[in-house]
């Protein structure tokens, strides 16, 4: 059963009030995302300020008082997929490593499709932009679903978090292996 399947049933009761994401920030790279990129990726971190359900879980939390809202701040270190979580006050709450195998194939198989798609845009029949549009969209997807599996056992969000999350994610390290 995939993560799809398992969270139709769950609703938004499971977070608290202040159980969302205040503002996200990513850890500087020589590399820049291409603009179209680049605009995916403001537009995700106003959606995710704007309206989102995440919460540390588990052994996560640095402190005992680790409640929302957070500040988060993302980055990578090779493989390993960085994740600073803070208080509304700055104060730190989690430090969160994880490898990032399963989701860095996600990041750059979608990364791709992206690129087919814009630049399909301008010379594929609209019968062949819209088989890549779905692939583009069923690759975020799944990517979406591999970042959230993998943060589970540090992290619960709902799936459109996960979503706008993994679409930062994708504009913060996804240029990385193109």
């Known amino acids: 059963m995939s993560r799809r399947d398992e ?104 990364v791709a499709l992206c690129d087919d798609y814009r630049a399909g845009v301008r010379k594929l029949a609209p019968s062949q932009i819209e088989k890549i549009d779905e692939a583009r969209r069923e690759a975020h997807l799944e990517g979406a679903e591999a970042l959230a599996e993998a943060l589970a056992p540090t992290v619960k969000m709902d799936d459109q978090t996960a979503r706008r999350f993994f679409t930062v994610l994708c504009a913060a390290i996804g240029r990385l292996d193109a």
Not at 16 to 32: F, K, N, Y
Not at 59 to 65: P, V
Request: without cysteine; negative net charge.
């Open 7 to 110: 969270s139709e049933g769950a609703g938004l009761n499971e977070f608290g009030e202040t159980d969302r994401i205040l503002s996200v920030d990513l850890e500087e790279t020589d590399e820049t995302p291409p603009p179209e990129l680049d605009q995916e990726r403001r537009i995700a971190v106003f959606d995710l300020v704007e309206e989102s359900r995440f919460a540390l879980s588990g052994s996560a939390a640095i402190s005992q008082t680790a409640g929302g809202p957070y500040r988060l701040r993302l980055g990578a270190d090779g493989d390993i997929l960085r994740l600073t979580v803070a208080s509304a006050e700055n104060a730190p709450l989690a430090e969160i490593k994880e490898p990032m195998g399963e989701i860095r194939e996600a990041v750059v198989d979608y």
